[in-house]
T-cell receptor, first 111, second 113 residues
Framework: SQQGEEDPQALSIQEGENATMNCSYK?????LQWYRQNSGRGLVHLIL?????REKHSGRLRVTLDTSKKSSSLLITASRAADTASYFC???????????FGTGTRLTIIP | GAVVSQHPSWVICKSGTSVKIECRSL??????MFWYRQFPKQSLMLMAT?????????EQGVEKDKFLINHASLTLSTLTVTSAHPEDSSFYIC?????????FGPGTRLTVT
């Protein structure tokens, strides 16, 4: 399977703390995307980082990409209860729009 | 932003019947749409790529005669689950790519009894 791995599988932190999730993938990529999914709902696009970028910020989100290690991390700073959700990374095969999703991290923010 | 809708949001059907799920891009045209399936507490698995005006491309292990895909226009793709069985119960999500980002519909929860 080409599915990426994410760790941790589950993460519980206190509100206000930072949350870090990691994603590893297996093939060469054009870009890597992070998505959030609330329970039983669709996916919300969070951020896209291209293969020639190393770091990207969007509000409280910080994403890094290390193509030599085929890994990415998502940092959520100053977490809020509303950040409770599952987070998935997704990569496209180089030159292909198809996405391969990671296994996901279930994040719980404790008020 | 790009908006993708799905209809219905949930459906319950009896074993042996067929169910059609619609995926629409509301504010952009999509020559390509994607259909994913997600089982509880699992990740999304790509089922097929829907191409406007041509046949869909199915991923390995996905039965094309069971999951019929029709991409009749630049804003609409449909997935029909034929002769549904309880093991087809799942969350089905479509997506489309107006630019580099892929935008997802809200999903359709199918329960086959």
């Amino acid at each position: 399977s080409q599915q990426g791995e994410e760790d941790p599988q589950a993460l519980s932190i206190q509100e206000g703390e930072n949350a870090t999730m990691n994603c590893s993938y297996k093939t060469s990529i054009n870009n890597l995307q992070w998505y959030r999914q609330n329970s039983g709902r669709g996916l919300v696009h969070l951020i896209l980082i291209r293969s020639n970028e190393r770091e990207k910020h969007s509000g409280r989100l910080r994403v890094t990409l290390d193509t030599s290690k085929k890994s990415s991390s998502l940092l959520i700073t100053a977490s809020r209860a509303a950040d409770t959700a599952s987070y998935f990374c997704a990569t496209d095969d180089f030159g292909n729009e198809k996405l391969t999703f990671g296994t996901g991290t279930r994040l719980t923010i404790i008020p | 932003g790009a908006v993708v809708s799905q209809h219905p949001s949930w459906v319950i059907c009896k074993s042996g019947t067929s169910v059609k799920i619609e995926c629409r891009s509301l504010d952009f045209q999509a020559t390509t749409m994607f259909w994913y399936r997600q089982f509880p507490k699992q990740s999304l698995m790509l089922m097929a790529t829907s191409n406007e005006g041509s046949k869909a491309t199915y991923e390995q292990g996905v039965e094309k005669d069971k999951f019929l895909i029709n991409h009749a226009s630049l804003t609409l793709s449909t997935l029909t689950v034929t002769s549904a069985h309880p093991e087809d119960s799942s969350f089905y999500i479509c997506s489309a790519t107006p630019r580099d980002e892929q935008y997802f519909g809200p999903g359709t929860r199918l329960t086959v009894t």
